[in-house]
């Protein structure tokens, strides 16, 4: 492993970690067996061109293994397989979860580490169904954070849940916030307000909360 702690930032395309596979291997001496039988079939345009078939199979599969583009290139000028396969990050962001230790055994389309790009979050405001009717799309949120306080932040509602938690009788309102210095951290506990017109009750005369 490469990367031993959540937090650790990576950028796209550095070295995570090294995986032992014999399933690779196998797969990379498919792809040399097939150069060796392409150069052997040079003389046949027939065999050659069977050669070129083999050899195209082999470099498909080894992508659909993941295997990074440099690799297989090693292989096809090298003629040497090799067991290890280097994973790379595919996005740049921060380690949000580590699954694995060094020298755990791994099986496919297991996950190792989580990366997230955190300079994007959501800020996930839960509102109950007698308050739905007055929170809409675009509508500008204040809000405030336990880990930072006297600061008040805003956002504005990108989305709704369609469909309300059975449980907590609430509907989730989405904020997208920029985070480029790092102030909002997963999972934080957020407190928000909305300002919602009571126009629309005017005729019914004067409205007060249902506490009072």
Do not use: C
Request: aromatic fraction near 6%; charge should be negative; charged fraction near 20%.
């Amino acid at each position: 492993l490469m990367i031993n702690a959540v937090g650790d930032a990576v950028s796209k395309g550095q070295t995570l970690a090294i995986i032992y596979s014999p399933e690779l291997y196998t797969a990379e001496q498919e792809l040399v067996s097939a150069l060796e039988y392409k150069e052997q079939g040079a003389r046949s345009k027939g065999q050659e061109v069977s050669g070129e078939r083999l050899v195209d199979a082999a470099v498909e599969k080894l992508r659909l293994l993941n295997i990074p583009q440099s690799q297989i290139d090693e292989v096809i000028s090298t003629k040497k397989a090799s067991p290890y396969v280097a994973l790379k990050a595919n996005t740049s962001g921060t380690v949000v979860k580590k699954e694995v230790s060094q020298g755990d055994y791994v099986r496919q389309g297991e996950s190792l580490l989580q990366i997230a790009n955190l300079n994007h979050v959501w800020a996930v405001f839960q509102a109950y169904e007698t308050d739905l009717p007055f929170v809409r799309r675009g509508q500008s949120v204040q809000f405030t954070a336990e880990a930072l306080p006297g600061q008040e932040f805003t956002g504005r509602v990108v989305f709704i849940d369609p469909v309300l938690n059975g449980q907590t009788r609430t509907a989730g309102v989405r904020v997208e916030l920029t985070n480029s210095g790092g102030k909002f951290k997963p999972e934080m506990l957020l407190v928000g307000h909305v300002a919602a017109s009571m126009q629309q009750y005017a005729d019914e005369g004067v409205v007060i909360p249902k506490s009072a």
